[in-house]
Structures are given as structure tokens and as C-alpha cells.
């Protein structure tokens, strides 16, 4: 997304090349195993971590993409009323990311596209805005260098939105996040190289029973909107 890769925010210079892969990140070839773990006994168990950057896909990748293709042409003929019909710009190695996400499960794919499609609509282009620049600058959600991989570390601090999420709507709270992960993905990812990330949840004060119900809707959102993301 083009306004992402050029989009600024108080940042200098040395700021923003700071944010930006490392030149080492760049020269970064990653093994076989890296790249795809291949499960013969059973391929549904098979894990993609890089998808881009013109990466040759597995023989029972292409047989299901294939087979997904005829299963959305045969749900379309159904429900001509609500088509599943891939936006401008979609392409295969997304579709991809949702198969395995959806455990190559037809049917959970095509319903998770749609509703993808859907939240699409709903958020994109991303929004920024004084509140989401506000919201950002509370630290609630940031990246802290790399693993050995150069994948990025995100940290999430329950803490910081518990005390901070009756100032902001949820909408905005969501124009956040969303604005925060398509601005990792377009610049702190190497498509072909480093395409995951880990995420560190800070629950502070918190515990797995105390989380706000609004913080585990935005996890959800991370879940079941940035498939096969999460390393």
C-alpha cells in the first residue's frame, strides 16, 4: 500500500531508517526449513512461513489452490446473490496464507474470505488521524528489534489499553491496530525473506481471565485478518 511505504509521523531521517530492516536483514537467505516444513504423512500439517517473493510452491500447494478455486466456482453458482469475488490487487500467495490458516478446509476459507473481504472494505485504506496518532504514542502496541530470523518482536501491553480504552472508541482503537500492522508489513517486511513476526503480550496487571473483552475482539482481528503472520 503506497500511502503506507511513504507515510511519516514526527519521524526524521536516522528515526526511520532506524524502523526499517537492517541492511544485514536484506542479505538474509532463509533455509529450506524456514522457508516451508513439509509434512509427507500428512500435508494439511504442512507450514508455510514465506509465501512471496516468487517462491516455487509444493505440488499438494497448487492440487488444493486448484481445488479451492473450483470450490469458490461452485459456491458463486449457488449464492449468485453473494459471490466471493477476490478484490483488486489479491493475489495467489494470500489466498494461500488463508488455506493453511483455514486448515485447507474449503468451505472455512471461502466464508473467512468473505468476511475478510468485508472487514477490508470496513478498514482499508487504513485511517490516520490525530486520535490514532494519539492512541499510537501511548505504547500500547509497538516493535522491539528482531529474533535471529530479523523477524520483528511486537509487544502488546494489556495494561496501557485497559487504563487508556474508555477514552477511545473501539472503531479508533481498530483504526489503530490496523494502521499500526499494514505499516509493519509494508515496511518492516521482506517479502521473500522475512515475511512473520512474534508477538510478545504484556498482560501487566492483567490476567488470561481479566483481559478486557474489547482487547481479546482486537486479537481476534490480528487471528483470523493476518493468516500465517504470526511465526
Known sequence: MELLQNDVINLNQSEIDKIRPPK?????????EDIVTYDAINPIKTLRWIFEGGIEYLE?????????????????????????IYPEGWTI???LRFL???????????????????????????RISDKV???LNLGWCYTHGRDHN?????????????????????????????????????SLLIPGQVETWNIINDLGDCSLFTIPSDFRKLIVVLQDNYRCRLY
Request: charged residues 30%; hydrophobic residues 40%; proline residues 5%.
Open 133 to 135: 496518532i494519539e492512541i
Open 150 to 186: 530479523y523477524r520483528p518482536i511486537i509487544v502488546l501491553k494489556t495494561a496501557i489499553y485497559k487504563k487508556n480504552m474508555d477514552k477511545y472508541s473501539f472503531d479508533l482503537w481498530m483504526q489503530t491496530l490496523v494502521f499500526f500492522m499494514e505499516y509493519l508489513i509494508n
Open 93 to 95: 500467495d494470500q489466498t
Open 100 to 126: 493453511q490458516g483455514c486448515n485447507y478446509d474449503f468451505k472455512k476459507v471461502i466464508l473467512d474470505l468473505i468476511r475478510h473481504f468485508e472487514y477490508r472494505c470496513a478498514n482499508y485504506p487504513p
Open 24 to 32: 544485514e536483514a536484506y542479505l538474509f537467505i532463509p533455509s529450506k
Open 60 to 84: 499438494f500447494e497448487i492440487i488444493k489452490l486448484k481445488e479451492l478455486e473450483e470450490s469458490i466456482q461452485s459456491y458463486n453458482e449457488k449464492n449468485p446473490q453473494k459471490k466471493l
